[in-house]
């Protein structure tokens, strides 16, 4: 597997309980998930929000500061507290952190920029794990990103990560804010950001978080447009973004037919692979395919078209004829056409192989570009 360098930012939203404090627990369950990543041999960025949520309870704030004062004083309590947390989980790992506090200016500074460009050169040689976060306390309010998206965009281009992963609240990018209309339908994959999508993109859903959707869409026009591949969206568990890199995020993946393609056998079958044949899917195999990481069966199978061979590869469609991926089948197609619709049981009896699974997840790619 190709050693990936991944910018992870985390949000103020998925870092704190619902008074809008920091919370260890959540704090620890992402700090295990970039130990898992470490451990695969993946070089990780974190950026992470979190003073403001850390620190306004101990300056006896009665919940988070709106004023810019309030915030800037909150952030110089708590950055040190969110990196104390940190520490003590990846010291648990046997990871060893660095802080790094940026502005725009240091941006917009080229000896800055390069100084900031070898501070973490350095510190990723040496195998330490950069935690960055925005300097809240000194920086000027114009200056400021306002939110982290956009610096961790920035920090993705300086350092030339291969993909910039932004774990929100939200599991990825909707047509209009899940929050507040109930029939939103999310995006599964989309090649850039299109002005259409900024429309539909709106502010935060919670009171800790700054920006909302809109500045998660500029910031991965940014990477993109830096050649950094992204991924909004949530995750729980201690694999989940080890899964994310291997196409099963919950979020949405922007830049790339079937989310952050490793393996050379998967990139063949979106990029290279010749269709032999086609065939219409179900609803239900089109969720379990696209949402949630499954093969395709032959239960949700309706039409198969063309004639191939088994280990052919073939276009999968919805019956509105929209291509959904590629796939490498177990079966010839007349073997397909026997047992579509059929339960997996009576399908394996049927099949030579005795196997059900027309198309297995492993030889599966998703270039869909619809929303689900
Ligand atoms: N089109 C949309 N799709 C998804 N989320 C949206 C959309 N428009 C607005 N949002 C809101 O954006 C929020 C995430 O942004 P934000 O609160 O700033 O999080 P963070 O603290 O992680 O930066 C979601 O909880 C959701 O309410
Ligand atoms: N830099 C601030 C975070 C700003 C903010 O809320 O950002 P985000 O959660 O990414 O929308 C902090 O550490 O509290």
Redesign the pocket.
Known sequence: MKKERIVV???????TNPGGELSREKLNGYTTAIAELRKAGHQVILI???????GFSGLKYPSRPVTVAG?QA??AV??GL?MQAYTEAFNQYGIETGQILLTRSNFSNKSQYQNAYSTLSELLHRGVLPII??N?SIAVDELT?????MLSALVGGLIHADCLMIL?DINGIYDSNPKTNPDAKRYHFLSEITPDLNDQAGE?GSS?????MK?KLEAADTALSLGVRVFIGTGDGPVFLTDILAGKGDGTYIGFPGGFILNSKKQWLALHSLPAGELIIDSGAKTALLDKGKSLLPAGITKVHGTFESGAVVEVKDTKGQLLGKGQVNMSAEEIKEIRGKSSSDAAALTVTNRAEVIHRDEWVNISKERI
Not at 9 to 15: A, D, P, T, W
Not at 48 to 54: D, E, I, K, N
Not at 208 to 212: H, I, N, S
């Open positions: 930012k985390i949000g103020s939203s998925s870092l992470s929000s979190g003073a403001v949520a850390a915030k909150a952030a708590g950055q969110l976060n925005e809240d990103f306002g939110d982290n998206d929100t935060s800790v978080g700054t920006g909302g500045s």
